[in-house]
């Protein structure tokens, strides 16, 4: 390439790189990525750029001297893409959102690399390295719905593209009709990204109308759990206050009655304890943390049983959709039902452990332990073992027998939370 189509490059390359800034300034408002939706995405983007990496690495060691541009200078390239990549694979790994900047960043960093390979190769007569700019600009189409920004970065590639062709090694071969494969590469890029932009637009729109569905549904299940609490549940804890008292007043009467005011009063008990589970299903879907609503829940669990219970918590929460909150809830909530009714407790600790590879949640009492049929009896366990299941976990329960107590553990892998 001669000194003026390296200095129009360069001219160039300064002018995508001014747009490119005005772009990131316009994202900057924009909300990070969801690691919900769009971990699978993340993670098959991660692999193709180690792809990009490794087709890099090959590259210089095919062509390690370059009249265009030293080895250095792709090595360097190489070196910053491995660190990038390394750095947003170690957040989807550990379940952390990725910013829809860092996105952008590295898309302008694989069409770099992708433009420098293309010069070092010979421009226009390199082996099929423009192929690359393919799934490069389908993906930056998937992450960034907005039809007019991806023609825009597309726009910016395609005329980045036309120059290298037209500069880089022997330029285009006009007799052989060589700007016409380049406009048909260019078609193509425009092509793949109105393609991958539409489709990501109705997935988005399918999103949201879902999204829009759950927040009513949330909205309904927080005016449920209140007016639970208002009116039923209250109703409940006036009922158990009156049998109390009547207790109080016929001890030392008859033993039938006394015995059928305890059994009313703890039907009682029983009743308060169940309507919790819709008061506070509704914090959850308010937006509370797991270790917050189980440290009301069993402060709520000992003023009602009077069996001390406290929740012990190692590491941090990490982000859970309401949903698997909720039924991470309903198994400590069936946990506490069965200590309260069956094993005759006088200490319950729920323990809440989350560490990288996921969380380990388990519910422990000193009672007398299960009978070797308790699976068969009841729902309970067997509504843990389902939301246990459907959470992509395992459940499991050890009890030692009479006197030994009870133990139910649930274990969540991260990719499942």
């Known amino acids: 390439m001669t000194a003026n189509g390296f200095g129009r490059l360069s001219r160039v390359s300064r002018l995508v790189g001014a747009t490119g800034d005005a772009v990131v300034m316009r994202l900057w408002q924009l909300d990070s990525a969801d690691p919900e939706e769009l971990r699978y995405p993340i993670k098959m983007f991660i692999w193709i750029r180690w792809a990009l990496c490794l087709a890099g690495i090959v590259l ?25 990549n390394a750095v947003v694979h170690g957040r989807v790994t550990t379940n952390r959102s990725v910013p829809l900047q860092w996105m952008f960043a590295i898309s302008v960093l694989d ?22 700019y393919y799934p490069a600009l389908a993906w930056f189409a998937a992450f960034f719905t907005s039809l007019r920004l991806s023609f825009a970065w597309v726009t910016l ?5 036309a120059i290298v062709s037209v500069t880089a090694g022997e ?8 700007e016409k494969v380049v406009v048909v590469r260019i078609i193509v890029m425009y092509a793949v990204v109105a393609l991958v932009s539409l489709i990501s637009r109705a ?21 449920v759990s209140q007016t639970i609490h208002d009116t039923t549940a209250q109703s409940v804890y006036m009922v158990g206050l009156g049998v109390e008292s009547a207790l109080e007043m016929a001890r030392g009467t008859s033993h039938e009655l006394i015995a059928k005011l305890e059994a009313t009063l703890a039907l009682a008990k029983s009743a308060m304890w169940e309507l919790r589970h819709p008061i506070d299903t509704g914090l959850i879907f308010g937006g509370k943390a797991l270790n917050q609503v189980l440290r009301a829940h069993a402060a709520t669990f000992t003023s009602i049983t009077s069996i001390p219970t406290e929740v012990v918590q190692s590491g941090t929460e990490p982000p859970v959709s309401a949903a698997r909150r909720s039924m991470l809830f309903s198994i400590a909530h069936n946990a506490l039902t069965n200590a309260l009714r069956h094993s005759g407790a006088t200490a ?55 006197g030994r ?13």
């Open 348 to 402: 319950v600790v729920i323990a809440l452990d989350f560490h990288e590879d996921g969380l380990r949640m388990s519910i422990s009492d000193d009672g007398i332990g299960l009978p070797h049929d308790y699976a068969e009896r009841g729902q309970g366990f067997k509504n843990m073992r389902a939301s246990a299941e459907g959470l992509g976990g395992r459940l499991a329960v050890d009890s030692g027998g009479s």
């Open 111 to 132: 069409v770099t690399l992708i433009t420098t390979s293309i010069v070092i190769d010979g421009g226009f007569d390199s082996h099929l390295l423009f192929i690359f």
């Open 405 to 417: 107590g009870t133990t139910v553990t649930c274990e969540i892998e991260h990719a499942s939370t």
């Open 157 to 161: 590639v395609a005329m980045a593209y």
């Open 203 to 223: 997935e988005k729109m399918r999103r949201q109308e879902a999204l829009k569905r759950e927040r009513e549904l949330q909205r309904e299940r927080m005016e």
């Open 171 to 178: 330029g285009l071969d006009l007799a052989m009709r060589d």
């Open 60 to 84: 210089m060691i095919y062509r390690p001297e370059s009249e265009v541009l030293p080895s250095a200078i792709l090595l360097s390239f190489i070196m910053i893409s491995v660190v990038v």
